[in-house]
T-cell receptor, first 114, second 108 residues
């Protein structure tokens, strides 16, 4: 198994542009999590899906952030418009049943908004 | 609101020292507590704790959970420079929530 696959690995964009981050969970996992990691705030849970349905999006910082999971093998996190304070590493993780069973991180996307 | 709080936020020690990292939590529907080590990339799994008072050990690392007082500690004995990393505590309830981490620096 290739693990949780995130793309791109690095993204540099200008303020105001739309950014789309992608995640492919491990096959068979039915829960998917998006996190943002910064020095100041640590690893924050943004949203998680169970069986492709968003369960808790209370961590999504603003309306500029949106996440979708159209099927069991793909999710996107979109920021529109992006701002410099969105610069962070964004991690995706997947597991069985919403918790720690099989819990696996992707390698992350380092986003820089200039 | 669910909370996972780690302390200290950062720690600098010398090789050979022993360190203790702390994690306290307030969550509903607690299922387990996990420790991760993060170096340059994604966090890697260290321990999963579900029962109070049972120590988990892996080499120089060990961890224990107290479900009555709602905390866990991670001990590292005889630290080495390769132990330098961010150590993350996570609590599994209906999802997985992480603390802010402890940044450990081990100097030669």
């Amino acid at each position: 198994d290739a693990g949780v696959i995130q793309s791109p690995r690095h993204e540099v964009t200008e303020m105001g542009q739309e950014v789309t981050l992608r995640c492919k969970p491990i096959s068979g996992h039915n829960s998917l999590f998006w996190y943002r990691q910064t020095m100041m705030r640590g690893l924050e849970l943004l949203i998680y899906f169970n069986n492709n349905v968003p369960i808790d999006d209370s961590g999504m910082p603003e309306d500029r952030f949106s996440a979708k999971m159209p099927n069991a093998s793909f999710s996107t996190l979109k920021i529109q418009p992006s701002e410099p304070r969105d610069s962070a590493v964004y991690f995706c993780a997947s597991s069985f049943g919403g918790g720690a069973r099989g819990y696996t991180f992707g390698s992350g996307t380092r986003l820089t908004v200039v | 609101e669910d909370k996972v709080v780690q302390s200290p936020l950062s720690l600098v020690v010398h090789e050979g020292d022993t360190v203790t990292l702390n994690c306290s939590y307030e969550v509903t529907n607690f299922r387990s507590l996990l420790w991760y080590k993060q170096e340059k990339k994604a966090p890697t799994f260290l321990f999963m704790l579900t029962s109070s008072g049972i120590e988990k050990k892996s080499g120089r690392l060990s961890s224990i959970l107290d479900k009555k007082e709602l905390f866990s500690i991670l001990n590292i004995t005889a630290t080495q420079t390769g132990d330098s990393a961010i150590y993350l505590c996570a609590v599994e309830n209906n999802d997985m929530r992480f603390g802010a981490g402890t940044r450990l620096t081990v100097k030669p």
